[in-house]
């Protein structure tokens, strides 16, 4: 049947009504797309299939069949790939680090703990200078040298205590001296989420900064970071391609256990870092670029931390970039465009759990944090343990993930705790068990 121009065309404009009408239908099925809008998607049956790239082979399409062939090959590759994509170049060290012992309290938690603020001074040979405040707590009724918990806190130092002799920190971020004024009445804000008189009493040490310390938490919080020790001020205005801030943060995790492992009283061999949600991607990425970290506990850190990239469930790569544009700083700029596209990246997140082998990491997830896809960090752990297993660790065995509160694995471990997006007593009580067994921890006194 012969059919003229004018029917052709009617049939086309039918079937692209009927295509359009598919894709606006299904628009959490597709991958994104400049012309398809995102909505939060939190239905399994509205996610795209997920083909996951195979963290055992390397780029030339050798297969990795040792733990020396990880190490030496396909590890450098990955750690390579992830700078590239996601995190950015890892800041170099300054030229000088100074620490000045700023304050010593011997009767904190009536004894059973040495609280020591110290000042820690970055210098340039060029004059440039940056400096953080870490507050360190060491336990006096258990066994020295003691392990060690390090990581940032959100807001201040004060955030963590009631104590009023605790140095106000983190004053960076606010950018009027009203807003700084009222930061420093947020004392103890977050003492629930860092509960040191129970770390103490587990018999850990325990180090933490502010995070706006080392990078102000804000889309031009370049000129006020650490990045000011290498680039002047023309660069800092903009976004400093090839680097970001939670480059910067994982940076600062290990200058904080730099100062901590200075004490005597810190064991510099036994070493955990921690960080909740923003904190838990730096964490993660820290304990990767850090050897000395031998525990990453990673508390709900959805997308760009623990949860693939490739599941479009909550929280997402397009989300942060293109919503709340929190990935224009978090992340390295390469990652904006990729960020359309998920399924094209090079790596997903279980590559990079996997680069922690063969230290131990522990993932968290809450019931009700939905927007951190609980589902999809436990994947990531879970399909990183074909790794661990080239190192004689069994890693978790079960492609679906635990009922709520009940823990799973020991190097790789998961935690699926009942409740909302926060960093709780119950998760410090799991990653100090994990810690227990790991650093073979001595009960105290």
């Known amino acids: 049947m012969k059919m003229n121009r004018s029917s052709l065309l009617l049939i086309f404009a039918l079937l692209l009504e009927l295509l359009l009408a598919g894709c606006k239908s299904m628009n959490t099925t597709q991958y994104y ?114 392990p060690l918990f390090a990581g940032l806190v959100f807001q201040g130092n004060h955030a963590l205590t009631d104590d009023p002799s605790v140095r106000v920190t983190g004053q960076r971020y606010p950018n009027t001296p009203e807003k700084r004024a009222e930061w420093g009445q947020r004392r103890g804000h977050w003492k629930d989420s860092y509960p040191i008189q129970t770390i103490i009493e587990r018999g850990y040490a325990c180090a933490f900064a502010s995070y706006h310390d080392i990078f102000p938490d804000r889309i031009d919080g370049w000129t006020e970071s650490i990045y000011r020790l290498w680039f002047d001020e023309t660069a800092l205005s903009a976004r400093i391609p090839g680097y970001s801030s939670i480059g910067a943060w994982a940076w600062g995790i290990s200058r904080v256990i730099d100062c901590a492992v200075t004490q005597p009283e810190v064991d510099g061999t036994r070493i955990a870092c921690i960080g909740h949600s923003r904190l838990g991607k730096t964490a993660l990425w820290a304990g990767v670029c850090d050897e000395r970290i031998g525990l990453a506990c990673v508390n709900d850190s959805g997308c760009g931390g623990a949860a693939l990239s490739r599941r479009l469930i909550g929280e997402t790569l397009f989300s942060m970039f293109h919503k709340n544009h929190f990935g224009e700083f978090w992340f390295t700029d390469s990652l904006a465009e990729r960020s359309l596209h998920p399924e094209d990246l090079p790596v997903d997140q279980h590559e990079l759990v996997a680069l922690m082998a063969p230290r131990a990491v522990s993932i968290h997830s809450a019931t009700e944090d939905t927007w951190a896809d609980p589902k999809g960090e436990y994947l990531s752990a879970y399909y990183a343990s074909p790794v661990y297993r080239l190192f004689g660790i069994e890693g978790l065995t079960s492609p679906e993930p635990p009922p709520p509160d009940t823990p799973v694995g020991e190097t790789v471990s998961y935690l699926f705790r009942t409740g909302r997006h926060a960093l709780q007593l119950a998760d410090w009580e799991h990653y100090l068990s994990v810690a227990d067994a790991l650093f073979n921890t001595p009960k105290t006194e």
Request: hydrophobic residues 35%.
């Open 33 to 146: 797309h400049e012309t398809i809008p995102w909505e939060p998607n939190f239905d399994e049956q509205k996610m795209p299939p997920v083909v996951l790239p195979d963290a055992l082979k390397c780029l030339d399409g050798r297969r990795v069949r040792t733990a020396e062939d990880w190490q030496q090959h396909r590890r450098p590759e990955l750690l390579r790939i992830f700078e590239e994509t996601m995190y950015g170049k890892r800041p170099p060290m300054p030229d000088h680090v100074e620490y000045t012992l700023l304050s010593e309290r011997n009767d904190v938690f009536d004894g059973q703990a040495i609280r020591r603020e110290f000042l820690v001074e970055f210098r340039m040979d060029d004059g440039r200078r940056h400096d953080m405040v870490v507050v360190l707590y060491i336990p006096t009724r258990a066994p020295r040298p003691a």
